[in-house]
């Protein structure tokens, strides 16, 4: 049963064709938990691929929703600023009295010295170094699955593989690593929406992970450099004597980075192969083909929704006027879903060509710097799922997370039939 202030997923659908154009607000978490989101992006990119939305619950905004528009937006700093000091990168605003300053809220040339203080951690040798603990971690996740009875893969397996990575890179306590989890989905977390009830239990979690991760910086910071991201921070120039919320911001960041988005794309994965089941047949007949079905698995699955900018100065964009101070919305889930440039985008092609072609990771200057963390992992775990197991049936349709910035989900219950279970490998 729906709420009574809770349209049906159905309502909400048959609302996005309904609905005059200039009425129509992208910005409602309940579209993304319902999956309803998809008719009213159609459209925008359709009728309105610059469209101005006049009130939403997180006040006026702009919805950029084709490829080559975002990739334009994405591409232009001076008009189009990331700077925490406008709000954030999130169609919600940053609260004035617990601003988050991090790398990828900021311009130049700040942004440029606090990322390259972590860069490190993507580089070729630390990526060589991890590839077989990858393995190693996924292999033992896998093993100790249920067979024959149902289970929710995104705890068992997305949110465990990707929490104990993020643990590594932090070299953050093994017992305590689960915090790591609270501590991500409570950053993106809107109150009331399952995961904190109010701001201040959520201010109150985020104060927490400072005060926990303070206690490793002084470790860290009066010890020898180290390889994981905390000492990388403590000992580089650029970030060493950055403010308690710069680091709370950066922490968060790449906590975010490095959990959400990858937990989803996991989840995500075995969810759209099982939408598509002619796919899975394929991946299975053809175990080769996971180097390419892993960027196309991020495209169809785009674990941000989106990112946000603000215009610096008054901006003339597609026939549109952008007035200065106006919030800038780059819905890379529309964008990647954009009929002109990915040929049947709503199908998930695991052998489709360029599959690298997607906006997952954002353009330009802030392109994720997780990036091939990301591809490593899920190519792993997928090579290491096809060993194993045969077709992993999913049960139900997934619950969704309350959000409008990660699209994800919280359960998927799947099913690993003994008879799908190879016994040498």
């Not at 000992?235 to 937990?263: C, E, K, W, Y």
Request: with cysteine.
């Amino acid at each position: 049963m729906n709420p009574p202030d809770h349209p049906s997923r159905d309502a909400l659908l048959a609302a996005a064709a309904a609905l005059p154009i200039d009425q129509i607000n992208v910005g409602q978490p309940l579209l993304f938990q319902q999956d309803a989101f998809w008719p009213y992006f159609a459209r925008l990119r359709r009728e309105a691929p610059v469209h101005y939305c006049a009130a939403s619950e997180f006040g006026p905004f702009w919805s950029i929703t084709k490829y080559k528009h975002i990739m334009q937006v994405e591409a232009n700093t001076e008009v189009f600023s990331s700077d925490v000091k406008y709000g954030g990168i999130t169609l919600r605003d940053q609260l004035a009295d617990f601003v988050l300053p991090m790398f990828i809220a900021m311009d130049p040339p700040r942004h440029d010295q606090q990322r390259a203080a972590v860069q490190p951690i993507v580089g070729p040798s630390s990526l060589a170094r991890l590839e077989q603990l990858v393995r190693e971690r996924a292999q033992t996740v896998l093993d100790g699955l249920p067979i024959g009875e149902s289970f929710n893969w995104v705890e068992r397996v997305s949110i465990e593989l990707t929490t104990q990575l993020l643990a590594t890179l932090f070299d953050f306590p093994w017992a305590d690593r689960h915090r790591l989890t609270r501590w991500s989905d409570v950053a993106t977390a809107l109150p009331g929406g399952g995961i904190v009830d109010t701001e201040e239990q959520r201010k109150a979690e985020l104060i927490e992970c400072l005060q926990y991760f303070t206690g490793l910086w002084n470790e860290r910071v009066n010890a020898p450099p180290r390889d994981d991201l905390i000492s990388m921070m403590a000992h580089s120039d650029a970030t060493r004597h950055q403010s308690p919320m710069d680091f709370l911001g950066n922490l968060l960041l790449l906590i975010v980075g490095g959990n959400d988005t990858t937990r989803n794309s996991i989840t995500g994965g075995l969810y759209a192969l099982n939408r598509f089941p002619d796919e899975y047949s394929k991946l299975l007949g053809n175990p080769a083909l996971v180097p390419n079905m892993v960027p196309e698995i991020i495209r169809w699955q785009t674990p941000l929704a989106h990112m946000r900018r603000t215009a610096t100065r008054d901006h003339s964009f597609e026939g549109q006027t952008i007035r200065a101070g106006d919030k800038v919305v780059m819905w890379y889930v529309s964008g990647n879903h954009d009929e002109d440039v990915i040929a049947d985008a709503e199908r998930l092609v695991i052998d489709r060509e360029r599959p690298r072609r997607h906006l997952s990771f954002g353009f330009g200057l802030h392109r994720c710097l997780g990036e091939r963390l990301a591809d490593l992992q899920l190519r792993i775990v997928w090579e290491e799922i096809l060993k194993r197991f045969g077709r992993i049936e999913v049960l139900d349709e997934p619950q969704r997370i309350f959000s409008t910035f990660v699209k994800g989900y919280s359960t998927l219950s799947v099913r690993i039939s003994p008879d799908q279970v190879k016994t040498a490998y």
